[in-house]
């Protein structure tokens, strides 16, 4: 999403019960929930795709709330329709029960139809939940193109001093060969999480690693990665177990390491992003800086999150996202340097 600012009419969101708290002023029958967009970058989503659910329930969705986005793009809703939103409306008004709706749009101008046909149906009375990348919310918020986040942009007031950290979970070929480019620069602290170790159940291996990486961060940026090789269960429900219980550690890693106030953090791959969101920084209110490359990578500014995370750039950079040099790219854009080719 390529906004400075959320809209007025957005819920916080309460965690521990899974609800939205109703934003001040929220004009009844708004239903829209677009997906946060950390959801969508952190699950690896193309960056042109949109999945979206005819939505029964949507209050309890955590998201971004329509109201007030038609006044963003200025239309008067019912009237001036191109002929492609006209054919794409019919199929909008088909779904309903929790059927889905696949959209495979291939340029912005796919999207911004696709979003001035969701308007009109929301319009109308139907309720939609989104599972899309950061795309598609600039469409459906009526945002011009803005330039990539550099120095100010991604920092807002001021910078926050000290060294950042680099947290990968994802297993994915491109994310290997991201990490090897960035131990090759030999400007991190590199630290390995030992997956069987961790699901060996033995002594807290997270808590020596937090000592660990709070003490180099006083001194160095730290990469924080999971051992490369895949731990695979008995079956697909067995191998998400053990992703989510890695997944854990780490976020105990991070949560440990806050005391050591890092500048900035990156998290990479999908359950990753998520629970360090979540777990490991606490945040329940970020304001969306935007994009460090064009349609991709988004930076959030914790607002209400654990007390060490609160203004740091947190850096959301999905598994299959770039090429082999982008993870050392993002780290220089963070501190400021020449970026790496």
């Not at 970058?41 to 042109?48: K, Q, T, V």
Request: hydrophobic fraction near 50%; glycine fraction near 12%.
């Amino acid at each position: 999403m390529m906004t400075s600012h959320l809209p007025r009419d957005v819920p916080g969101a309460d965690a521990d019960r899974g609800t939205t708290v109703p934003a001040a002023g929220l004009r009844p029958g708004r239903h829209l929930i677009a997906v946060m967009l950390l959801t969508a970058a952190a699950l690896d989503l193309s960056r042109c795709g949109i999945v979206m659910a005819t939505a029964r329930h949507a209050g309890p969705a955590i998201g971004l709330v329509s109201a007030g986005l038609a006044a963003a793009w200025g239309w008067q809703l019912g009237t001036g329709w191109s002929i492609a939103v006209l054919t794409v409306l019919p199929t909008l008004a088909g779904a309903a029960g929790g059927a889905w709706v696949v959209v495979n749009a291939t340029e912005y101008s796919d999207l911004e139809t696709v979003a001035r046909s969701v308007l009109e149906a929301e319009h109308e009375g139907q309720s939609f939940l989104f599972r899309t990348g950061p795309s598609f919310v600039r469409a459906l918020s009526g945002l011009g193109p803005r330039p990539p986040l550099r120095g100010a942009g991604i920092w807002g007031e001021a910078r926050r001093g000290g060294h950042g950290l680099v947290v990968v979970g994802s297993h994915v070929g491109q994310t290997s060969r991201q990490v090897a480019a960035l131990r090759a620069r030999r400007a991190t602290a590199d630290m390995e999480l030992d997956v069987q170790a961790v699901l060996g159940g033995g002594p807290d291996v997270a808590a020596a690693v937090a000592l660990r990486v709070a003490g180099a961060l006083a001194h160095s940026d730290v990469l924080l990665y999971t051992s490369r090789d895949v731990v695979a269960g008995r079956d697909a429900a067995d191998s998400l177990t053990i992703a989510r219980t890695v997944s854990a550690a780490l976020s105990r890693i991070i949560r440990g390491a806050l005391a050591a106030r890092p500048a900035w953090v990156v998290a990479k791959g999908g359950i990753t992003s998520h629970d360090v969101m979540l777990h490991g920084l606490g945040i329940r209110r970020a304001e969306v800086a935007g994009q460090l490359f064009p349609g991709t990578i988004s930076v959030f500014r914790p607002l209400d999150a654990a007390p060490g995370a609160v203004g740091m750039p947190y850096v959301v950079f999905a598994g299959n996202v770039g090429d082999d040099g982008t993870l050392a790219q993002v780290v220089a854009i963070l501190n400021g340097e020449r970026e790496v080719s």
